[in-house]
């Protein structure tokens, strides 16, 4: 949420002492962390009402104290409405899924109505969302909420702090309380975009065991890119074609055997999240493809596997490099 689009009532709010910080558990909604003002509407309509009985006095109008009071005693009944449509809910928190760094981060809330009084049009948003999720609570039940928030970052996203808000019935006040839930969501390292092909490097290699069995089993040419090994330019392609754009010999991935992706051996000229960024490239494409690979990063390695597990592991242990 920038700062251009919080209003004066929220930056209020959020300097209430007692009012920040993580909260484990359920969360029960009360007179404690509930606030409430007038909105620009019910301001507004507090200036009509004075002038109306500054009217009302200047010419002794009955009729016009009558309809003045009238009108008084319904703001205070909404005031009460407004504060009753947020009070006594209970928050939970789900689990937020992983995702990508810049994406947007998905995190699932259950509200639950216990007082057996239908809430309408209670508003969810976290900073950064584009629109809230407007939610109606029917009596008695549990209704589930998603907030969506942008992941900028990648590593260990603490939750965000959620605003509720709720205008019912008149929008002459406006109602709303702070949450956020204790907990991190795991933020994945954004994919290398376009994909550099899976390197040549496998385990056999890298242990001087040689090439590997199927290592002449030629399944593709594709250009050169930074990084691939001298070994695999297909000279020959290249002087029939006479260009001057390499061509690199692509084997068939089933018979390279188990590849090994390794932060030592990416090219010097990438920064630590360049690597870390094609790292993920390459896991999810091994993924893909039914390989087996093995996973080095300074200080850890994850030994060979394959599979949706081991493509979950190796990203966290991206995740958190």
């Known amino acids: 949420m920038s700062r251009a689009t919080v209003s004066w009532v929220d930056r209020l709010a959020m300097r209430l002492p007692g009012r920040a910080g993580p909260h484990h558990g359920e969360l029960l909604l009360a007179q404690r962390n509930v606030f409430i003002l007038p909105t620009r509407a019910g301001i507004l309509y507090a200036v009509v009402l004075l002038a109306m ?34 009070s006594a809910l209970e928050l939970r928190a789900g689990r937020g899924e992983p995702v ?24 969810l948003m976290a900073p950064g969302a584009e629109a809230p999720e407007v939610v109606d609570i029917a009596p008695q039940a549990e209704q589930p909420a998603r907030v969506v928030f942008p992941a900028a970052a990648r590593g260990r996203m603490p939750l965000p702090k959620i605003r509720l808000v709720t205008e019912f019935p008149l929008g002459l006040w406006r109602a709303w309380a702070w949450w956020q839930p204790a907990g991190h969501l795991l933020v994945y390292p954004m994919p290398e975009s376009p994909a550099v092909p899976l390197p040549s490097s496998s385990l056999a290699t890298s242990e001087g065991e040689g090439n590997g069995a199927g290592e002449e089993d030629l399944a593709s040419l594709r250009a050169y890119v930074p990084g691939d090994s001298p070994r695999r330019i297909a000279w020959k392609a290249v002087a029939r074609t006479g260009s001057d754009d390499l061509l690199v010999k ?39 493809r039914g390989l087996r690979w093995s996973l080095r990063l300074p200080g850890i390695e994850l030994p060979v596997d394959g599979g949706a597990s081991h493509r979950d592991r190796c990203l966290e242990a991206l995740a958190l490099a």
């Open 53 to 86: 009985l500054i009217a009302s006095i200047n010419y002794s109008l009955s009729l016009g104290f009558m309809l003045t009071f009238l009108l008084g005693a319904v703001a205070i009944v909404t005031m009460l409405h407004t504060f009753r449509n947020l």
């Open 250 to 288: 692509q084997f068939d991935g089933a018979a390279r055997g188990e590849l090994l992706l390794d932060w030592q051996l990416m090219p010097a000229s990438l920064d630590g999240e360049s690597r870390l960024s094609r790292l993920t490239a390459w896991v999810l494409e091994a993924e893909a």
């Open 100 to 123: 990508f760094a810049g994406n947007l981060a998905e995190l699932i809330l259950s509200l639950t109505e216990r007082r057996g009084t239908e809430r309408i049009a209670v508003r």
